[in-house]
């Protein structure tokens, strides 16, 4: 089972916007797999949304969790 | 998270002076409105490193960006007595002196009105996931930082 | 004192949203400008002992208001980082629902901008020989006391 | 000689836009005088600007001061 994962800005240029990587259970584990899939975003600061909701500490994630890379906002 | 469709906030492009005056109109029937509060965005000409910025090209995660600006609203709402306001953001390219922000918040007097505009402008600048990619002379770009 | 002509404010009647446009439209060549901070009063239908207010009709002690008035902006001036400041009130007759005060800031950064915006606005109420008489739908009237 | 004084406002509703008082030579005797020409100001509260400065206390006056009667102000 693969996990699609969304990225913006900076790491969509970087990863692109859709990303699929292989199956997670929390979001500690998907931060450690995308730092191997993708060793560029390493030094890049980003924050993980789940179901649009920023985490605030390893999140529990399934197929059905949108997931979204957030580096910082700018907007305005 | 709830499947009802949100306020729309966005438009393409720059904010257009007569988008603003229209708004700002639209307010006449509402006469026990006192006071009105606007905070205009307007893209900055920086320059960094010797090249000038001509242009911000924003993109946005907009499922999210509606959710969480419905929720500014409500608490903006709950927390003000505004009689009350409107938000538009900017998507796409926004060059240099075009406005890509558009905050505008109405009261019976003065104080509510631009209280809430002020911290709505600080909300949406923190907690929307909006990103600007500050785009130079060159063809180079650059990826935009709030100043918090 | 001095005998050297200040800016002028005043307008006569209401201030349109034509005008509020074509002031915002000027300062897209000014690039340097990140953040415009407004301010627009509007006349209320209050309603005082059952007569509702139509109009509102100003009137001022102008060489003093225009000497205050140059007094407030080198202040704010002097205590703001602003590329500019835009003041303008109406004289004469203002429809209930129509704009008779605007206040216009701009900055590089919003804070600055906003500051001076409410600072401003405030200064304005207290500080310029302003009188505004309300006028009721019967034609009586009372004069206007700003909350302060 | 007389002073010329304009008026402001509900003040000018009362006494016109522009009166003429026997001279003083300060604001305390102006005011004294005003009541006594206008008894109907003696309830209404103005301030005295000297020169388009408002007065902070009794201040000397002459033939040249320009004198106004100011009622609290409602601008904006």
Known sequence: MQLKVQAFGLLAEIVGNNIIVDKQTDTDSLKKQLAV??????DIKYAIAVD?????????INEASIIALLPPFSGG | MTDKKHKQIFVKGAIGSS???DSIQKHSTKTTIGAHSIFLGQVRSDSRDDRKVVAIDYTTYEEMALEKMHEIREGIFAKYPLTCMHIYHSL???????ICLFVFTSA???KE???ACEEVVELIKKELPIWGKEVFEDDT????????
């Open chain 1, 52 to 60: 649009k909701k920023i985490i605030a500490g390893n999140t529990l």
């Open chain 2, 141 to 148: 770009h650059q990826w935009k930082i709030n100043n918090v």
């Open chain 2, 113 to 115: 009105a631009i209280d």
């Open chain 2, 19 to 21: 988008f603003i005056a």
């Open chain 1, 37 to 42: 899939q993708f060793p560029s975003l390493v």
């Open chain 2, 108 to 110: 019976v007097h003065r």
């Open chain 2, 92 to 98: 796409g390219t926004v060059a240099a002196g075009e």
